[in-house]
Protein backbone atom coordinates (compact mmCIF):
# COMPACT_ATOMS: atom_id res chain seq x y z
CA UNK A 1 0.00 0.00 0.00
CA UNK A 2 1.64 2.91 -0.86
CA UNK A 3 1.06 6.57 0.70
CA UNK A 4 -2.28 8.98 -0.77
CA UNK A 5 -0.66 12.51 -1.16
CA UNK A 6 -4.39 13.52 -0.41
CA UNK A 7 -4.24 12.00 3.08
CA UNK A 8 -4.37 14.11 6.09
CA UNK A 9 -3.73 12.86 9.45
CA UNK A 10 -5.72 14.59 12.73
CA UNK A 11 -4.07 13.98 15.99
CA UNK A 12 -5.25 15.12 19.47
CA UNK A 13 -2.89 15.37 22.14
CA UNK A 14 -0.96 18.27 23.65
CA UNK A 15 0.40 19.92 20.73
CA UNK A 16 -0.61 21.92 17.31
CA UNK A 17 -1.92 24.77 15.82
CA UNK A 18 -5.38 23.96 17.12
CA UNK A 19 -6.42 24.35 20.57
CA UNK A 20 -9.62 23.01 21.88
CA UNK A 21 -12.27 24.32 23.23
CA UNK A 22 -14.93 21.71 23.98
CA UNK A 23 -15.31 17.99 23.42
CA UNK A 24 -19.21 16.40 23.09
CA UNK A 25 -19.78 13.36 22.01
CA UNK A 26 -23.63 13.75 20.24
CA UNK A 27 -23.79 9.80 19.21
CA UNK A 28 -21.73 6.60 20.31
CA UNK A 29 -18.74 6.05 22.05
CA UNK A 30 -16.67 9.07 23.16
CA UNK A 31 -13.01 10.13 21.75
CA UNK A 32 -10.45 10.11 24.62
CA UNK A 33 -10.61 14.21 25.70
CA UNK A 34 -7.11 16.26 24.27
CA UNK A 35 -6.59 19.91 24.98
CA UNK A 36 -4.74 20.17 21.01
CA UNK A 37 -4.71 19.02 17.50
CA UNK A 38 -2.00 18.82 14.90
CA UNK A 39 -3.24 18.61 11.14
CA UNK A 40 -0.56 17.16 8.52
CA UNK A 41 -0.12 15.01 5.78
CA UNK A 42 2.41 12.77 7.57
CA UNK A 43 2.26 11.21 10.75
CA UNK A 44 3.76 12.16 13.82
CA UNK A 45 4.97 9.45 16.95
CA UNK A 46 5.22 12.13 19.31
CA UNK A 47 4.10 10.57 22.84
CA UNK A 48 2.29 13.88 23.44
CA UNK A 49 -0.06 12.32 21.51
CA UNK A 50 -3.22 10.53 22.67
CA UNK A 51 -5.44 9.33 19.10
CA UNK A 52 -4.37 9.85 15.00
CA UNK A 53 -7.40 9.87 12.46
CA UNK A 54 -6.79 9.74 9.39
CA UNK A 55 -8.76 10.60 5.67
CA UNK A 56 -8.58 11.50 2.44
CA UNK A 57 -9.62 13.66 0.06
CA UNK A 58 -11.50 11.84 -3.01
CA UNK A 59 -13.99 12.07 -5.68
CA UNK A 60 -17.57 13.59 -4.94
CA UNK A 61 -19.60 10.71 -3.95
CA UNK A 62 -23.49 12.23 -4.30
CA UNK A 63 -23.29 15.70 -6.23
CA UNK A 64 -25.02 15.87 -9.75
CA UNK A 65 -23.39 18.57 -12.27
CA UNK A 66 -25.93 21.42 -11.39
CA UNK A 67 -25.30 21.10 -7.82
CA UNK A 68 -21.22 20.95 -8.16
CA UNK A 69 -22.06 23.92 -10.24
CA UNK A 70 -23.83 26.16 -7.43
CA UNK A 71 -21.30 24.83 -4.53
CA UNK A 72 -18.69 26.34 -7.25
CA UNK A 73 -19.70 29.31 -6.26
CA UNK A 74 -18.40 29.40 -2.98
CA UNK A 75 -15.09 27.31 -3.41
CA UNK A 76 -14.01 26.64 0.10
CA UNK A 77 -10.97 28.25 1.25
CA UNK A 78 -9.42 26.79 4.64
CA UNK A 79 -6.92 29.16 6.37
CA UNK A 80 -8.51 32.90 5.88
CA UNK A 81 -6.86 35.03 8.50
CA UNK A 82 -10.46 35.83 9.80
CA UNK A 83 -11.36 32.20 10.79
CA UNK A 84 -9.90 31.87 13.95
CA UNK A 85 -12.71 29.24 14.81
CA UNK A 86 -13.24 25.63 13.81
CA UNK A 87 -14.66 22.51 14.10
CA UNK A 88 -14.22 19.06 13.55
CA UNK A 89 -16.71 16.49 13.38
CA UNK A 90 -15.31 13.16 12.90
CA UNK A 91 -18.59 10.75 11.88
CA UNK A 92 -19.86 7.12 12.00
CA UNK A 93 -22.88 5.94 9.51
CA UNK A 94 -24.15 2.40 10.27
CA UNK A 95 -23.85 -0.64 8.16
CA UNK A 96 -27.32 -0.62 7.33
CA UNK A 97 -26.61 3.04 5.79
CA UNK A 98 -23.66 1.59 4.09
CA UNK A 99 -25.98 -1.58 2.41
CA UNK A 100 -28.20 0.37 0.86
CA UNK A 101 -27.95 1.07 -3.05
CA UNK A 102 -26.32 4.30 -4.19
CA UNK A 103 -29.92 5.98 -5.55
CA UNK A 104 -31.26 4.81 -2.06
CA UNK A 105 -28.27 6.58 -0.51
CA UNK A 106 -28.97 9.77 -2.97
CA UNK A 107 -32.52 9.90 -1.92
CA UNK A 108 -31.99 10.03 1.62
CA UNK A 109 -28.75 12.73 1.60
CA UNK A 110 -30.78 15.00 -0.83
CA UNK A 111 -34.55 14.35 -1.48
CA UNK A 112 -34.98 13.86 2.27
CA UNK A 113 -32.29 15.51 4.15
CA UNK A 114 -31.67 18.34 1.65
CA UNK A 115 -27.84 18.15 2.84
CA UNK A 116 -26.63 20.14 -0.04
CA UNK A 117 -29.47 22.39 -0.90
CA UNK A 118 -29.75 23.37 3.07
CA UNK A 119 -26.07 24.09 3.36
CA UNK A 120 -25.33 25.93 -0.04
CA UNK A 121 -26.23 29.38 1.83
CA UNK A 122 -24.04 28.60 4.72
CA UNK A 123 -21.04 28.09 2.67
CA UNK A 124 -20.34 31.88 2.24
CA UNK A 125 -19.13 31.89 5.51
CA UNK A 126 -18.22 28.17 6.67
CA UNK A 127 -15.29 27.07 4.48
CA UNK A 128 -15.29 23.22 4.86
CA UNK A 129 -13.37 20.23 3.79
CA UNK A 130 -14.43 16.69 3.95
CA UNK A 131 -12.16 13.42 4.40
CA UNK A 132 -13.02 10.01 3.74
CA UNK A 133 -11.83 7.26 6.42
CA UNK A 134 -14.13 4.04 5.73
CA UNK A 135 -11.96 2.33 3.00
CA UNK A 136 -8.58 2.52 5.11
CA UNK A 137 -10.28 0.62 7.99
CA UNK A 138 -10.59 4.05 10.15
CA UNK A 139 -13.38 4.27 13.37
CA UNK A 140 -14.63 6.64 11.67
CA UNK A 141 -15.78 7.13 7.92
CA UNK A 142 -15.79 10.65 7.61
CA UNK A 143 -13.75 13.11 8.99
CA UNK A 144 -15.45 16.48 8.67
CA UNK A 145 -13.56 20.28 9.45
CA UNK A 146 -14.72 23.40 9.09
CA UNK A 147 -13.39 27.07 9.39
CA UNK A 148 -14.92 30.23 10.01
CA UNK A 149 -14.87 33.23 11.45
CA UNK A 150 -16.50 33.85 15.14
CA UNK A 151 -19.48 36.11 14.11
CA UNK A 152 -20.35 33.20 12.28
CA UNK A 153 -20.24 30.81 15.44
CA UNK A 154 -23.96 30.63 15.39
CA UNK A 155 -24.84 30.29 11.87
CA UNK A 156 -22.62 27.43 11.88
CA UNK A 157 -24.57 25.97 14.73
CA UNK A 158 -27.38 26.25 12.92
CA UNK A 159 -25.99 24.40 9.72
CA UNK A 160 -24.77 21.25 12.08
CA UNK A 161 -28.00 21.72 14.08
CA UNK A 162 -29.94 21.03 10.84
CA UNK A 163 -28.20 18.49 9.66
CA UNK A 164 -28.73 16.60 12.77
CA UNK A 165 -32.33 16.88 12.92
CA UNK A 166 -32.68 15.29 8.80
CA UNK A 167 -33.20 11.69 7.92
CA UNK A 168 -29.27 11.27 7.43
CA UNK A 169 -28.61 11.58 10.09
CA UNK A 170 -30.76 8.81 11.51
CA UNK A 171 -27.97 6.81 9.91
CA UNK A 172 -24.56 8.31 11.84
CA UNK A 173 -23.95 6.08 14.98
CA UNK A 174 -21.20 8.15 16.39
CA UNK A 175 -20.94 11.86 15.95
CA UNK A 176 -17.94 13.41 17.86
CA UNK A 177 -18.01 17.32 17.43
CA UNK A 178 -14.87 19.10 18.71
CA UNK A 179 -14.67 22.58 18.33
CA UNK A 180 -11.42 24.34 18.10
CA UNK A 181 -9.56 28.21 18.00
CA UNK A 182 -6.25 28.96 16.02
CA UNK A 183 -3.32 29.53 18.29
CA UNK A 184 -2.57 33.44 18.02
CA UNK B 1 -4.14 4.42 9.91
CA UNK B 2 -5.72 0.86 11.31
CA UNK B 3 -6.29 -2.44 8.98
CA UNK B 4 -9.27 -2.67 6.87
CA UNK B 5 -10.67 -6.26 7.65
CA UNK B 6 -11.86 -6.04 3.73
CA UNK B 7 -8.55 -5.59 2.64
CA UNK B 8 -6.56 -8.11 0.15
CA UNK B 9 -3.28 -7.89 -0.98
CA UNK B 10 -2.60 -9.38 -4.38
CA UNK B 11 1.40 -10.44 -4.76
CA UNK B 12 3.13 -10.91 -7.90
CA UNK B 13 5.95 -13.12 -7.42
CA UNK B 14 7.03 -16.91 -7.78
CA UNK B 15 4.80 -17.93 -5.27
CA UNK B 16 0.66 -18.53 -5.03
CA UNK B 17 -2.11 -20.63 -5.35
CA UNK B 18 -2.24 -19.47 -8.90
CA UNK B 19 -0.11 -19.33 -11.74
CA UNK B 20 0.02 -16.59 -14.60
CA UNK B 21 -0.82 -18.03 -18.00
CA UNK B 22 -0.51 -14.91 -19.94
CA UNK B 23 0.26 -10.70 -18.79
CA UNK B 24 -0.76 -8.35 -21.16
CA UNK B 25 -0.62 -4.43 -21.31
CA UNK B 26 -4.24 -3.05 -23.00
CA UNK B 27 -3.83 0.56 -22.03
CA UNK B 28 -0.54 2.43 -20.18
CA UNK B 29 2.48 1.44 -18.37
CA UNK B 30 3.00 -2.54 -17.84
CA UNK B 31 3.50 -4.27 -14.83
CA UNK B 32 6.55 -6.47 -14.36
CA UNK B 33 5.86 -10.02 -15.58
CA UNK B 34 6.01 -12.48 -12.97
CA UNK B 35 4.72 -16.71 -13.05
CA UNK B 36 2.46 -16.60 -9.96
CA UNK B 37 -0.17 -15.03 -7.87
CA UNK B 38 -0.52 -15.06 -3.91
CA UNK B 39 -3.95 -13.31 -2.40
CA UNK B 40 -3.86 -12.72 1.06
CA UNK B 41 -5.67 -10.58 3.91
CA UNK B 42 -1.61 -9.50 4.85
CA UNK B 43 1.37 -8.72 3.30
CA UNK B 44 4.09 -11.25 2.93
CA UNK B 45 7.12 -9.57 2.74
CA UNK B 46 9.02 -12.50 0.64
CA UNK B 47 12.27 -11.76 -1.55
CA UNK B 48 9.98 -13.99 -4.12
CA UNK B 49 7.63 -11.27 -4.71
CA UNK B 50 7.80 -8.43 -7.44
CA UNK B 51 4.90 -6.47 -6.93
CA UNK B 52 2.15 -6.20 -3.99
CA UNK B 53 -1.51 -4.55 -5.16
CA UNK B 54 -4.06 -4.00 -2.51
CA UNK B 55 -8.03 -2.99 -2.51
CA UNK B 56 -10.89 -3.09 -0.39
CA UNK B 57 -13.87 -4.84 -0.99
CA UNK B 58 -16.82 -1.57 -0.30
CA UNK B 59 -19.86 -0.57 -0.63
CA UNK B 60 -22.21 -0.15 -4.15
CA UNK B 61 -20.76 2.99 -5.97
CA UNK B 62 -23.48 2.68 -8.86
CA UNK B 63 -25.91 0.14 -8.61
CA UNK B 64 -29.72 1.36 -8.08
CA UNK B 65 -31.69 -0.96 -6.12
CA UNK B 66 -33.58 -2.41 -8.87
CA UNK B 67 -30.33 -3.38 -10.35
CA UNK B 68 -29.02 -5.16 -6.94
CA UNK B 69 -32.29 -7.51 -6.65
CA UNK B 70 -31.04 -8.64 -10.66
CA UNK B 71 -27.83 -9.27 -9.38
CA UNK B 72 -28.57 -10.98 -6.20
CA UNK B 73 -30.34 -14.05 -7.95
CA UNK B 74 -26.61 -14.52 -9.29
CA UNK B 75 -24.60 -14.19 -6.12
CA UNK B 76 -20.60 -14.59 -6.62
CA UNK B 77 -18.98 -17.17 -5.20
CA UNK B 78 -15.62 -17.20 -5.43
CA UNK B 79 -13.01 -20.82 -5.13
CA UNK B 80 -15.61 -23.15 -6.90
CA UNK B 81 -13.42 -26.22 -7.67
CA UNK B 82 -14.79 -26.46 -11.38
CA UNK B 83 -13.67 -22.52 -11.86
CA UNK B 84 -9.75 -23.38 -12.09
CA UNK B 85 -9.58 -20.12 -14.87
CA UNK B 86 -9.22 -16.62 -13.46
CA UNK B 87 -8.40 -12.97 -14.38
CA UNK B 88 -6.87 -10.35 -12.70
CA UNK B 89 -7.42 -7.02 -14.40
CA UNK B 90 -5.92 -3.91 -12.43
CA UNK B 91 -7.53 -0.60 -14.03
CA UNK B 92 -6.83 3.08 -13.22
CA UNK B 93 -9.13 5.49 -14.59
CA UNK B 94 -8.12 9.13 -15.66
CA UNK B 95 -8.23 12.25 -13.96
CA UNK B 96 -10.81 13.64 -16.19
CA UNK B 97 -13.01 10.44 -14.74
CA UNK B 98 -12.97 11.19 -11.01
CA UNK B 99 -13.46 15.06 -11.56
CA UNK B 100 -17.17 14.51 -12.99
CA UNK B 101 -19.64 14.30 -11.01
CA UNK B 102 -21.76 11.00 -9.11
CA UNK B 103 -24.60 11.65 -12.23
CA UNK B 104 -22.14 12.22 -14.73
CA UNK B 105 -20.04 8.87 -14.03
CA UNK B 106 -23.54 6.91 -13.79
CA UNK B 107 -24.66 8.31 -16.68
CA UNK B 108 -21.80 7.25 -18.61
CA UNK B 109 -20.94 3.55 -16.68
CA UNK B 110 -24.63 2.56 -17.11
CA UNK B 111 -26.93 4.75 -19.69
CA UNK B 112 -24.28 4.49 -22.17
CA UNK B 113 -22.19 1.71 -21.66
CA UNK B 114 -24.69 -0.70 -19.72
CA UNK B 115 -22.09 -1.89 -17.32
CA UNK B 116 -24.76 -3.59 -15.44
CA UNK B 117 -27.24 -4.75 -17.68
CA UNK B 118 -24.75 -5.78 -20.02
CA UNK B 119 -22.95 -7.87 -17.50
CA UNK B 120 -26.13 -9.52 -15.56
CA UNK B 121 -26.70 -12.79 -18.05
CA UNK B 122 -23.07 -13.36 -17.73
CA UNK B 123 -22.86 -14.10 -13.85
CA UNK B 124 -24.45 -17.15 -14.08
CA UNK B 125 -21.20 -18.50 -15.14
CA UNK B 126 -18.30 -15.63 -13.90
CA UNK B 127 -17.87 -15.01 -10.34
CA UNK B 128 -16.36 -11.78 -9.83
CA UNK B 129 -14.81 -9.24 -6.99
CA UNK B 130 -14.01 -5.65 -7.24
CA UNK B 131 -11.80 -4.33 -4.95
CA UNK B 132 -10.90 -0.48 -4.37
CA UNK B 133 -7.39 0.91 -4.35
CA UNK B 134 -7.68 4.09 -5.49
CA UNK B 135 -8.14 6.08 -1.59
CA UNK B 136 -5.57 3.77 -0.66
CA UNK B 137 -3.51 6.04 -2.91
CA UNK B 138 -2.58 2.86 -5.03
CA UNK B 139 -1.18 3.36 -8.58
CA UNK B 140 -4.78 1.77 -9.69
CA UNK B 141 -7.71 2.44 -9.12
CA UNK B 142 -9.88 -1.02 -8.66
CA UNK B 143 -8.34 -4.45 -9.12
CA UNK B 144 -10.64 -6.63 -10.58
CA UNK B 145 -10.79 -10.39 -10.03
CA UNK B 146 -12.84 -13.03 -12.20
CA UNK B 147 -12.95 -16.88 -11.82
CA UNK B 148 -14.66 -19.20 -14.39
CA UNK B 149 -14.28 -22.90 -15.56
CA UNK B 150 -12.30 -23.58 -18.80
CA UNK B 151 -15.35 -23.96 -21.15
CA UNK B 152 -16.59 -20.47 -20.02
CA UNK B 153 -13.40 -18.97 -21.40
CA UNK B 154 -15.02 -17.87 -24.39
CA UNK B 155 -17.79 -15.86 -22.60
CA UNK B 156 -15.55 -14.37 -20.12
CA UNK B 157 -13.44 -13.10 -23.83
CA UNK B 158 -16.74 -11.56 -24.73
CA UNK B 159 -17.61 -10.04 -21.81
CA UNK B 160 -14.43 -8.02 -21.18
CA UNK B 161 -14.19 -7.36 -25.09
CA UNK B 162 -17.69 -5.50 -24.81
CA UNK B 163 -16.65 -3.61 -22.16
CA UNK B 164 -13.35 -1.97 -23.74
CA UNK B 165 -15.59 -1.31 -26.74
CA UNK B 166 -17.62 1.20 -23.99
CA UNK B 167 -17.66 5.05 -23.49
CA UNK B 168 -16.71 4.14 -19.83
CA UNK B 169 -13.51 2.74 -21.19
CA UNK B 170 -12.08 5.85 -23.29
CA UNK B 171 -11.58 6.80 -18.98
CA UNK B 172 -9.13 4.08 -18.42
CA UNK B 173 -5.59 5.00 -18.70
CA UNK B 174 -3.97 1.62 -17.02
CA UNK B 175 -5.52 -1.72 -17.88
CA UNK B 176 -3.74 -4.94 -17.57
CA UNK B 177 -4.88 -7.82 -18.20
CA UNK B 178 -3.55 -11.32 -16.44
CA UNK B 179 -4.80 -14.62 -16.91
CA UNK B 180 -4.00 -17.70 -14.53
CA UNK B 181 -4.60 -20.76 -13.62
CA UNK B 182 -5.67 -22.51 -10.37
CA UNK B 183 -2.44 -24.56 -9.06
CA UNK B 184 -3.37 -28.59 -9.11
Redesign the interface.
Given at each position: ???????SFFQGGFEGEWTVKSMMTITGEALEEVSKIAIGNS?QNENTIKW?L?G?S????????N??NALDQTPSILGKTESTCAAFIPLKKSDEW??L????R?KIFENQSKHIQFSIPYLNTISRKLH?S??????FDFLTWFEFSPVNQQLFDDLVGYLRTTEEWNYVVRDIDIRLIRNK
Open positions: MQNNPNIMTSVSHLRYTTREKWLTQDERHRDLGEP
